[in-house]
């Protein structure tokens, strides 16, 4: 946490976010150098907390727990592809070994029409804090006929080569069809425009991921599977809100006789079940043997913008989670670095809440946190989260009924992970006053502690 972020502000997540002000949307360029330091980007306005002029924000960590601010990463430059804003992408280590280049992806925008941009490439220092070579493009519109958005380039390997896709979407006959445009980029600087990996012509994509657009798509080996995380946008003259939530497919890359892979799905289903989870990035951590993935959480929908502009900030990531394959069912549990920021344990009351026929009265595990709580629960079953206002009934701010899972409380945002069940990630605002009541299954509770600064 920075010296000036309010610790007491009922509704900053001090435990998520390290910048104090401005705006912050979806995680890019996420990355980890060669002396095992992770570093975090983001879409970022410093300025405001609207969506103008985005440059990418930047955080690094030795730990995935303990957060510092750094340099930012690309800025909008006059005259150039991005002089609009420098949308989202990806981080990579570009060649091999300890002379590998930290290298950022990203979508440029200028002009009119900014659902239309060009992959750029900036490069960083041999550290990963500071930007050696600004942003150039790497690749222009691909000439696709109807295509009415292209954007968020995401770099994969297989087959020995590199490749990449963007999210897209075309105007047809019937309507709109999500694509996404598949690229050969084994230099980093000459991409090659090869065709459509998947679109939303297939019916399992169709069933799945339905949308106008797919935004931030994520392609990573899960359990020897390919699994795709689609953000699905839809035209805001049509839909009350356009980014609307995250899906993904579990499948397979299949090479055809021109060497060039599709993506052919088996399954799919919703990424995050909550109402404020959207444009995730996954990154796979080879030293880990994992795949680590990190969201933007918005602010919820009862917050006005006008609320939102008198705090001085909006937005915020996630923590990172684990994805794992149970067959063809997506899971996502706690990085296991989280349990760091665990401090005391908290006790968890037991009241009576019954008692079933010839048998012992039944528990509810109850937990009372001052806001703003900042907190960590594992249940064995149902949870219920609440807030209570001095003096009024309570506001339920969540209820499962899925089995094992860890929760995570930081003031205005709650994460709710099951072990064997999809995720849900709401924010929520307690008043001043207010106390937030956790009830149901629960086993253990700790009170979490902001991370010490680093020096």
Do not use: K
Request: hydrophobic share 40%; proline share 8%; with cysteine.
């Amino acid at each position: 946490m920075t010296a000036d972020i309010d610790p007491t502000d009922p509704h900053f997540p001090a435990l998520h976010r390290v910048h104090p002000r401005g705006w912050l949307n979806d995680p890019n360029g996420i990355l980890r150098t060669s002396d095992g330091r992770w570093h975090v980007f983001f879409q970022h306005n410093p300025d405001s907390t609207r969506h103008e002029q985005i440059l990418w924000g930047h955080m690094s960590s030795p730990d995935l727990v303990s957060w510092r601010v750094e340099p930012h990463g690309p800025a909008p430059q006059a005259g150039r592809a991005d002089e609009d804003g420098c949308w989202s992408g990806i981080g990579l280590l570009d060649g091999a070994g300890e002379g590998a280049v930290p290298s950022l992806v990203y979508s440029g925008v200028s002009g009119s029409d900014h659902q239309l941009a060009q992959v750029m490439v900036s490069r960083l220092d041999q550290s990963g804090t500071s930007l050696e070579r600004p942003g150039e493009v790497v690749a222009e519109i691909p000439a696709v006929e109807g295509l009415i958005g292209v954007r968020d380039p995401f770099v994969f390997a297989h087959g020995g080569r590199r490749w990449a896709i963007q999210g897209a979407g075309v105007r047809t006959a019937e309507g709109f069809l999500p694509s996404l445009p598949l690229y050969s980029c084994d230099d980093l600087d000459s991409w090659e425009h090869v065709g459509t990996l998947l679109d939303g012509g297939d019916p399992l994509a169709a069933e799945h991921a339905p949308a106008d657009l797919w935004e931030c798509p994520q392609l990573v080996p899960v359990d020897g599977r390919w699994v795709l995380i689609l953000s699905l946008w839809r035209h805001p003259e049509t839909h009350a809100r356009s980014t609307v939530q995250v899906n993904h497919l579990v499948g397979d890359l299949v090479d055809g006789s021109d060497g060039v892979p599709r993506f052919v799905p088996t399954a799919g289903g919703r990424t995050d079940l909550g109402a404020d989870f959207y444009a995730p990035q996954a990154v796979v951590d080879a030293d880990g043997d994992r795949v680590l993935v990190w969201g933007w959480s918005w602010e919820g929908a009862e917050r006005s913008q006008e609320q939102t502009d008198a705090q001085g900030w909006a937005g915020t990531l996630t923590f990172p989670r684990e994805l794992r394959l149970d067959g063809e069912e997506l899971r996502a549990v706690p990085a296991a670095e989280l349990v760091a920021l665990r401090a005391e344990e908290l006790p968890v009351e037991e009241l009576p809440v019954g008692r079933a026929e010839g048998g012992d009265a039944g528990g509810e595990g109850v937990l009372d946190l001052p806001s703003p709580a900042r907190a960590e629960i594992r249940s064995a079953g149902p949870v219920t989260v609440e807030i209570l206002a001095e003096g009024g009934p309570a506001r339920e701010v969540l209820a499962t009924d899925d089995g094992p899972a860890t929760l995570f409380l930081d003031a205005s945002l709650l994460e709710h992970l099951p072990d064997a069940a999809t995720p849900r990630t709401v924010r929520f605002y307690p008043g001043e006053g207010d106390r937030v009541r956790v009830r149901g299954a629960l086993e253990s509770a700790w009170r979490l502690e902001v991370p010490t600064p680093e020096s």
